[in-house]
């Protein structure tokens, strides 16, 4: 079976306990604002280019049968988007990485094979092992399904990262597979969701509560962004109390690193300005300690 | 005060550089007392070099300045050696240490006349990066059982009973006599010296709480050995001085003294002389004595190792952590061993305290050090004591003694190929002829040549290491060392010579990775892909790629290369690593001994750069070669555990005599409890899958940056160079630029 992914990376340390291995899907249906992997939403390939890092090297222009890398009469390297196909052969020749593309179909057995090189470290590490994220990873279910199955029978600890805006029936086909649900979640209070995210957060409460009630582990990741969802948290700590299986409530302090890659994909940045302040996070983790949950330092 | 007084005597504990003797105690004027030995060496000429030697130690400690700081623990100095200060010689990279009789050995070794062969060896070696050589007495572990469990006074009567053993059974040789002389006459003028320490320490008894403490503490051991930590602490401080400033031979561990301080603080506990905070104190007062000494190498101390019962870590290794914690200091340098079951508690307070930037600690795998030690033949009981020694290797205990005269660069012969053997800096001919690459068919063709331009530069150390090896005993004999080592008192042979068990001789073999990918580069895309002809590569490389920039970004930016986990590229540093470790270990070499490996690249990844012309991995002329065990910089592209893939695919157990592995880490990647986690999980596999040393940095680019422009905001800051540390801001610009650079391309990988 094959799905589409966008990135694998080792040495993940903080998508779940040990040293990890995350495998990211490709397609989100949230928006977020503040998403920090833009790369992640679009369920097509996507072209990145950092054009402040270009030498003009024109190995693209040689590599492109369409046209859209030119080298102009000052020596600039020009990329035309709407010229380009998306076949992603200039992103391989490319020998600085300025170009680098998004997206690519991968075989179940491929990514295990590449999974699996870090077993070892897996092992040495307090419940390594590997996490499926996105994106939003089921939006690809049987994908998930089939990789979970065969990451369960190599032994491995599975970790699910999930924004929770699935179907029930999406997150059947994973429970039975998955140690470890990463649910990430940005308000209780719908009006801020929607604005936050542009979807409503009904689904997303109650697939919280149904794989509670399951009695699978959750840790909850809570992105903490001034101005949008800092309100937030008393009220999500009002839930979380009322449920049976959170292991543990990660505060996510907001950052805007990603601002480079959207400019790179050509893509809107809808990031918000304002970075929370170190003891803005500590207030938001003691509030949350206070109210009896486990908070990750 | 006894105690709480480290803080506010540090600035005094600083005496090397601006020594108060104590008046009329001897000539304080370090020239004057060279003059003085050198008058009476020269008036020698034509002995024994042993008694020459020994003659000028006496010489030296019979007319050295005496001094003692009342205020430290360890306040004890004397004239003759001094080391450099920043003010005299600003490059923390070219101070050093004067030794009072290091003239001798340079003139006994310029005295010796080069064999034709040794001419024809080094001939254009260093000038072209090729190795680096020069007669080494800098590894070598003192027996430290001997010198605690004998004392000074103990070892001198150690040594004249076996001189009577064998006058007794009439086997005693000219040249043992000599030998047994050499350490009467060093020791009795060790035992003098520590007769006027006493004598000083009594005469300012009441001069401060402590003094009365040091004057027992010096008559335990001039007279006897020590009974208490502090006693013991002061012996090997003592021990040490001598050794590595006056014997210059130096001390490459004052030992494992968490394990063998252990008993004495217990005791001392029990007994209500000590609390866990004073023993703090005085190890800082200990380790200040090392940092001012200012060795650019730093002196190495080791911890843990097992027994039946376990793991050997005890309070006292925490205790010592906690007090290097608190100095915030880069020498000496820590080393810890680590088995299966070091506890985790230990290794994750070590590593908190690398991830906030203190990160003078290697750690190196034990397991891994006993499977080496029995294949180099030593016995289980020796296997099981191994000391850890130098920046990050293992020596049997008591047993060793491994000069290391010789670095070979495995890069460099793949430059030769491409000029049939002649450096094409220098114009010197160093290599051998391995033909018209132009007539090269196959890639199997080209490693070939590869081969035997390197098998020549082996050969060649093999000449250089034994011109040098044949002569220890005329360039530097060694009595006050000797003296400790069981085996050399009992065989009546100089201990660096040929008088231990092992008298091994390391060759280095630097830069494996580097050499590894212009392997790899030629095979793929001369080759395999066939993207350019080998002679359009030749002129490129020797045009420095000087309009071949294309093909230079191929190269360079072809992730096949080691460090990746790519079994291509990896397996080509397997194969060629085996292959010359195994030529390298076949070789016997003058002492007895054998040759063994060293693979770490120290910091001629640097020296080299300028020295190496363009290679096919992409480098220029003056960019950097491979560091120890890691990939080439920038070229480990999927991030540690890749990296670590890569580099336990090499059989370590062949490069006996240390490898280890350089990791940078971002401080983002391992922040938290998670984080610290992370960091003993990567240390647990690099462990578990055969890896030797484990050392590195975790920094970000931004913050070196800012301590480059603003060092006064960041005097603290450390950065492991290789096997030792030093404070970033004293460190020279190139240097700086180097870690910025490994730190930014980090960045880009996270």
């Known amino acids: 079976m094959r799905g589409f992914i966008f990135d694998i990376k080792h040495f993940a340390v903080h998508d779940g306990p040990g040293i990890r291995t995350t495998v990211f899907l490709k397609g989100c249906p949230l928006k977020c604002l503040w998403c920090h992997n833009p790369e992640s939403i679009g369920k097509q390939s996507q072209l990145g280019f950092l054009e402040h890092k270009c030498t003009s090297c024109g190995s693209c222009v040689r590599a492109c049968s369409s046209g859209a890398h030119t080298i102009d009469s000052d020596g600039k390297h020009i990329f035309d988007r709407s010229k380009c196909t998306l076949c992603g052969k200039c992103a391989t020749v490319c020998p600085g990485k300025v170009l680098t593309y998004y997206g690519k179909e991968a075989e179940v057995e491929e990514i295990v094979a590449d999974v699996l090189k870090d077993k070892d470290f897996y092992v040495c590490s307090k419940n390594g092992g590997v996490t499926l994220s996105g994106g939003e990873c089921l939006m690809q279910p049987d994908f998930c399904e089939a990789l979970l199955k065969r990451f369960k029978e190599e032994n491995l600890h599975t970790a699910v990262d999930t924004c929770g805006f699935v179907s029930k029936a999406a997150l059947d086909k994973v429970i039975p597979y998955t140690d470890l649900f990463l649910y990430d979640l940005k308000a209780i209070d719908s009006d801020v969701h929607k604005r936050c995210t542009g979807q409503d957060n009904a689904v997303i409460l109650e697939n919280l509560k149904y794989i509670d009630s399951l009695g699978k582990s959750i840790e909850i990741r809570y992105p903490y962004v001034p101005g949008f969802n800092d309100g937030e948290v008393r009220k999500i700590g009002e839930l979380l109390k009322g449920l049976s299986n959170i292991t543990r409530v990660k505060v996510l302090p907001y950052h805007n690193y990603a601002s480079t890659k959207y400019k790179s994909l050509d893509m809107v940045d809808t990031l918000p300005t304002v970075i929370p302040a170190d003891a803005e996070i500590e207030e938001a983790k003691s509030v949350l300690r206070d109210m009896g949950l486990c908070v990750a330092d | ?750």
């Open chain 2, 1 to 750: 005060m006894l105690w709480n007084t480290f803080d506010e005597t540090r600035e005094s504990q600083n005496f090397y550089l601006h020594p108060e003797f104590e008046p009329n105690s001897g000539i304080t004027d370090n020239n004057e007392l060279v003059e003085k030995i050198k008058a009476l060496t020269d008036s020698m000429r034509g002995q024994p070099h042993t008694i020459i030697k020994a003659k000028a130690i006496e010489c030296l400690l019979d007319n050295c300045a005496i001094e003692i700081n009342v205020l430290d623990w360890f306040g004890l100095n004397f004239s003759g050696w001094q080391p450099n200060s920043a003010e005299d010689v600003p490059e923390l990279s070219r101070r050093a240490i004067f030794k009072p009789l290091s003239y001798l050995n340079r003139e006994w070794l310029a005295e010796i006349q080069r064999p034709q062969e040794f001419i024809d060896s080094a001939k254009g070696i260093a000038a072209s990066g090729a190795g680096i050589f020069g007669c080494d007495y800098d590894h070598s572990v003192p027996d430290w059982d001997s010198v605690i469990g004998l004392g000074f006074a103990g070892l001198l009567e150690r040594s004249e009973r076996a001189r009577a053993e064998k006058i007794s059974d009439g086997t005693l040789t000219d040249e043992q006599k000599i030998y047994y002389d050499g350490i009467k006459i060093s020791y009795e003028a060790i035992l003098r010296l520590l007769d006027r320490f006493l004598a000083c320490a009594k005469k300012h008894i009441d001069d401060n709480e402590k003094m009365p403490i040091m004057a027992e503490c010096l008559e335990n051991i001039r007279y006897s050995t020590p009974k208490t930590l502090y006693q013991y602490l002061m012996l090997t401080y003592l021990y040490h001085l001598i050794q590595q400033y006056v014997d210059i031979i130096q001390v490459r561990t004052l030992g494992n003294l968490d394990v063998d301080g252990y008993a004495f603080y217990k005791k001392d506990l029990e007994e209500g002389r000590l609390t866990r905070e004073n023993a703090v104190e005085l190890f800082q007062f200990l380790y200040e004595k090392y940092t001012n000494q200012g060795h650019i190498h730093a002196q190495p101390i080791y911890f843990g190792g097992f027994d039946d019962n376990g793991t050997l870590i005890n309070e006292l290794s925490y205790i010592m952590l906690d007090a290097y914690d608190k100095s915030c200091i880069v020498n000496p340098k820590l080393f810890i061993k680590v088995m299966p079951g070091t506890p985790d508690e230990f290794l994750k307070k070590a590593l908190e305290m690398i991830r906030r930037g203190r990160n003078c600690i290697v750690f190196i795998n034990e397991e891994l050090g006993m499977k080496i030690s029995r294949k180099l033949g030593r016995t289980e009981e020796e296997t099981k004591r191994l000391v850890g020694t130098g920046c990050n290797n293992f020596a049997s205990r008591g047993k060793e003694t491994t000069p290391e005269h010789m670095y070979v660069n495995l890069l460099k012969g793949i430059e030769l190929v491409f000029t049939r053997g002649t450096d094409p800096a220098t114009g010197e001919f160093i290599g051998v002829d391995t033909g018209d690459i132009s007539e090269f068919r196959t890639y199997e063709d080209f490693e070939r040549a590869y081969v035997a331009q390197t098998e020549c530069l082996i050969n060649k150390a093999f000449i250089i290491s034994d011109f040098y090896d044949s002569h220890l005993l005329d360039i530097n004999p060694a009595p006050i060392y000797s003296a400790s080592m069981p085996d050399s008192v009992k065989n009546g042979k100089d201990a660096y010579y040929n008088g231990v068990k092992y008298n091994n001789t390391v060759m280095f073999l630097s830069c494996h990775a580097s050499a590894a990918d212009s392997l790899m580069m030629v095979k793929k895309h001369v080759y395999d892909n066939k993207d350019f002809d080998l002679c359009t590569l030749r002129d490129a490389l020797l045009d420095d790629w000087e309009g071949y920039e294309e093909m230079r970004m191929t190269m360079l930016g072809d992730e096949e290369k080691f460090g990746n986990d790519i079994d291509t590229v990896d397996s080509i540093a397997v194969r060629m690593l085996d292959h010359f470790t195994t030529m390298v270990t076949s070789r016997k070499n003058v002492r007895g001994g054998h040759f063994v490996v060293n693979g770490e690249s120290i910091w001629f990844s640097h020296r080299w750069a300028d020295k190496c012309g363009a290679t096919p991995d992409g480098r220029k002329r003056g960019d950097l070669l491979s560091k120890n065990m890691s990939a080439a910089i920038g070229q480990d592209r999927h991030g540690i555990t890749s990296l670590i893939n890569s580099v336990t695919k090499i059989d370590a157990t062949g490069l006996a005599y240390g490898c280890p592995f350089d990791y940078i880490l971002h401080p983002s990647a391992v922040k938290g409890e998670d984080g610290l986690d992370a960091m003993l999980g990567l240390l647990r596999t690099f462990m578990k899958r055969g890896g030797y040393g484990f050392q590195g940095n975790v920094q970000d680019a931004n913050m070196l940056r800012d301590a480059q422009v603003h060092p006064e905001n960041h005097k603290n800051l450390q950065v492991r160079i290789s096997g030792w540390s030093w404070f970033f801001t004293q460190m020279e610009k190139n240097f700086q630029d180097e870690f910025i650079r490994r730190a930014e391309l980090e960045e880009a990988n996270l």
